[in-house]
């Protein structure tokens, strides 16, 4: 037996009587009579006569849903339901008396039965720092101010090189439908191809050899024809106290200092990142237990893409040029609906252990946020008292917390940072920026039926 999930959606018949009606008719006449210029007319003197025959339809319509909207929100203020998103008439009749009745649609939460969220089973990742990791850092510092010298002989790693590959038969001749194809290849990159590295230390501009690409999905080997251009030597500066100091803008600060900030940088913000793969991993399988449990309303799922949508935009509010706003939609429907999911399931949690916001948690996050970006604690915590969204985002955290304290964990130490975990510890990017555990969202919107 297939069990539905409880509806989302729900329909009330609401009524005005025609005094009411007639109330809101008159109103948006006169309104109309005192903005409409028309030739003949002075300014608010044409006779409502004229303008009913003008534009009498759309002003009726505007009146009734005006009618049925205080109605509706009559209704919701004493307690009947908390919709969320916007209420809509599905169906408007005139009764015989002179009134109106309509049904009008709209979504709730969803009341469902929470599935149980203790003890759920998770990985939680850990690194300890090695001086391999810091001397790595090192090398990104000294690589970054690399300067280029022109050479012809690639003597190691330390060189850019331009090459043309062009894929040849096996007589070694240009293969019918080949085309050059021309790149430029630091030979240190981590991500380059190793076997073509080797193969490339030791020759010269203006070589040329035959490389050998093994094609596993063809299961054959495809002959290129590589020609080696030009060569630049990558120079490192020497890393001592006078490099650091004039790069950090402190005259104090010294190599063995570098490496101990380096040291304490990587720790944290391995932390974080596996921090945040825990909470997913946590908030995931609790999304999951709850596929079949309710249906995510609409307007959840199109207010989350609508904020998925934004944050695709730069700064002026513009998407990028080409940006396929359908495809986009369509790519990241589910994941909208299932981060829905979450939020619904958060609230929940939050209601039933009685998760809230207290000064000492403000006042916390405050700190943190200051130390962060280099403000006041005390003018963050005045304003984050009076914002709304961050009071959401730090119910958010306390519900992962709460969810951590009583997960069942299994610890497992990270000995290697792979180069994607690498570049993303060492990004900007907030790797959950809208993963299930970070999204946090206002569900409730001004009830005005449409």
């Keep these: 037996m297939i069990r539905r999930p409880p509806r989302s959606t729900l329909d009330r018949s609401s009524a005005a009587s025609d005094v009411y009606k ?15 210029n028309l030739k003949g007319y002075r300014q608010g003197r044409v006779p409502q006569d004229v303008i009913r025959k003008l534009m009498g339809k759309d002003i009726d319509q505007e009146a009734y849903e005006k ?3 205080q109605q509706f929100a009559s209704w919701v203020e004493s307690g009947g339901v908390s919709p969320i998103g916007y209420p809509g008439i599905v169906k408007l009749d005139k009764k015989l008396d002179g009134g109106i009745e309509c049904t009008i649609s709209f979504e709730v939460y969803p009341s469902f039965s929470i599935n149980e969220y203790k003890g759920i089973s998770a990985k939680r990742y850990f690194h300890e720092v090695t001086d391999e990791d810091v001397e790595n850092e090192v090398s990104r510092m000294q690589e970054s101010q690399a300067t280029f010298e022109d050479t012809s002989v690639i003597e190691n790693e330390n060189h850019f090189v331009k090459i043309t590959m062009t894929r040849i038969d096996e007589s070694g001749n240009t293969a019918e439908d080949a085309v050059p194809f021309p790149s430029n290849l630091y030979l240190k990159n981590p991500k380059a191809d190793k076997n073509l590295v080797d193969s490339l230390i030791g020759k010269n501009t203006g070589d040329n050899f035959t490389y050998e690409v093994d094609d596993k999905t063809e299961n054959k080997v495809i002959n290129f024809k590589l020609e080696v251009g030009e060569i630049k030597k990558v120079v490192l500066p020497e890393v001592n106290d006078e490099l650091l100091q004039k790069l950090s803008g402190d005259d104090k600060l010294t190599l063995e200092g570098f ?3 380096a040291k ?3 720790d944290f913000d391995t932390a974080k990142y596996y921090e ?8 995931a399988k609790l ?8 249906e995510v309303p609409d307007s959840v799922t199109q207010q989350i893409m609508m904020d998925l949508v934004n944050s695709k935009k730069d700064k002026k509010g513009e998407l990028p040029k080409g940006f396929d706003i359908d495809k986009f939609v369509v790519e990241n429907e589910e994941r909208a609906r299932e981060t829905g999911r979450w939020a619904i399931i958060r609230d929940k949690i939050i209601e039933l252990e009685n998760i809230i916001v207290e000064d000492i948690d403000i006042e916390d996050y405050a700190e943190m946020q200051a130390q962060q970006y280099g403000t006041d604690t005390a003018t963050l915590t005045n304003f984050f008292k009076e914002n709304e969204q961050v009071k959401n985002q730090i119910l958010t ?3 992962l917390q709460f969810l951590e304290d009583n997960a069942v964990i299994e610890e497992v130490q990270d000995t290697t940072i792979t180069n994607k975990q690498n570049d993303l510890i060492h990004s900007d990017h907030n790797h959950s920026e809208h993963g299930h555990s970070e999204h946090d969202h206002n569900h409730d919107e001004e009830n005005h039926v449409h």
């Design 22 to 36: 007639r109330q809101h008719i008159a109103q948006a006449y006169h309104q109309a009579q005192s903005k409409v």
């Design 67 to 69: 009618c049925i909207n």
């Design 264 to 266: 304490r940088k990587i």
């Design 287 to 294: 999304v999951e237990s709850h596929k079949d449990t309710f």
């Design 259 to 261: 490496k101990s900030e």
């Design 397 to 399: 955290i306390k519900t």
């Design 276 to 283: 945040e793969l825990f909470h997913n991993e946590l908030v």
